[in-house]
């Protein structure tokens, strides 16, 4: 079982139950559904010949592949086609939707998908820009690990059905087992302080306007707030002055002890896995716990390359697609999303020379024929088992990162 810190948990308590109890046949106002939400064949029947553009993230090879793998496989089997609309911004999907709306097109939209989180997906249900709830008229959803809390609620915001989950980042930490004993690593965040210190100059982390980078402080800011609890509701100048007053002193004690003094920062975790790579530096942050092995693999880290997380878990989130409320073909869109949510599509995902992405699948939940295929993509000796991934802490509210990337700039460039 996957848990989740204890606040997170009593905070979750009061809204858990109400993201969960929503009727498949429900619509937003603004949204028009073809067929009813409780009727999946007609849906599959109505989806078949529509061709649905996809609006995701193309910076990653292996992610567009995957998109393109996904395409093939509800052509062949539903008669759906799958346009990648590539994006360098989720934002670019939502600026477009906005101006439909704004020009009064609310049917017959341009974007049919889109891989969301965060605060675009707050941005679009906030704004009543979303179809559904839908998730619940999806067969596969049933298969889904509701034990991660991150499955239901993105950032703080219960999802309500109105996202379908498709593939689980969690903080995690990189090193070279032929360099390093994994025993010699910290386990915590006031550990790696100490680390630092007997290790200068072997520890870092990319720029903090670069999401890693962020959500590596966000890290800290968990392990280190007086009273986690505030950290799930939108930052005020008082709740973040307290909250954060313990974070900067930790960081200007670590920071001296970095890569180059902290005088610089990498810019992507291309950048840093390449330090690691070269030797320059032993602990490597990822949001993929796949990474060692997706890396030794494309020959970009060696094969002695692992991962290992905190003692008290890590922060993690899940990736969503969504479908705009004046898509032009929801029911494909449907499809697309229900066949991402597939044992095939789930245990391909996480393949590390594929994708590499963890499963939102609950394991139990699944057949040993389904069991046997995530067993076959995990073989991988760099890939974490089930009894290796940490638990789960819940990200904080997005103004968090916000400002804790506005105080870093600050701080680092004075």
Do not use: C
């Amino acid at each position: 079982m996957r848990l989740i810190n204890r606040p997170a948990r009593q905070w979750l308590a009061g809204i858990a139950s109400a993201a969960l109890l929503f009727a498949p046949t429900m619509v937003d106002a603004q949204s028009e559904a073809p067929v009813a939400l409780d009727d999946w064949d007609a849906i599959v029947a109505a989806a078949e010949g529509q061709t649905v553009y996809w609006n995701a993230w193309a910076g990653d090879e292996k992610g567009n592949a995957f998109i393109a793998w996904v395409g093939d496989q509800v052509r062949e089997r539903y008669g759906v086609r799958v346009e990648h609309v590539k994006l360098t911004d989720t934002a670019e999907a939502v600026s477009r939707v906005v101006s439909e709306r704004a020009a009064g097109r609310d049917t017959g939209g341009t974007v049919d998908l889109i891989w969301i989180n965060g605060a675009n997906f707050v941005t679009m249900k906030d704004q009543g820009l979303l179809f559904g709830p839908f998730t619940q008229a999806l067969p596969n959803f049933a298969l889904v690990d509701e034990e991660n809390p991150s499955n239901l609620i993105d950032f703080t915001v219960p999802v309500d059905g109105m996202a379908a989950p498709w593939r689980v980042a969690q903080l995690a930490f990189v090193y070279d087992s032929d360099r390093v004993d994994r025993d010699s690593l910290p386990g915590s965040i006031p550990a790696m302080l100490d680390w630092a210190r007997a290790n200068p100059g072997l520890l870092t982390h990319p720029n903090a306007r670069n999401f890693l980078g962020a959500t590596f402080l966000k890290q800290a800011l968990h392990a280190l707030a007086p009273d986690t609890s505030v950290l799930y509701a939108e930052a005020t100048d008082e709740t973040y002055e307290e909250a954060t007053a313990p974070l900067w002193e930790w960081y200007e004690e670590i920071r001296p002890h970095f890569w180059r003094g902290g005088a610089e920062f990498p810019g992507s975790s291309a950048d840093l896995d390449r330090l690691l790579d070269d030797g320059e530096i032993e602990i490597a942050v990822t949001l993929n716990p796949a990474t060692a092995a997706l890396l030794s693999e494309t020959g970009l880290l060696p094969e002695s390359a692992r991962v290992y997380f905190l003692d008290d878990g890590t922060i993690g989130n899940t990736s969503f697609v969504s479908i705009p409320y004046n898509a032009a073909n929801k029911e494909g869109a449907m499809v697309v999303s229900n066949f991402l949510m597939s044992p095939l599509a789930q245990a391909r995902a996480q393949d590390p020379t594929v994708l590499g992405a963890f499963t939102v699948l609950d394991m139990d939940a699944l057949d040993a024929d389904e069991r046997a295929l995530f067993e076959e993509a995990s073989a991988h000796p760099a890939m974490p088992g089930p009894d290796d991934i940490a638990d789960v802490q819940m990200e904080s509210h997005p103004s968090w990162m916000t400002r804790l990337t506005e105080d870093w700039e600050a701080r680092t460039t004075r």
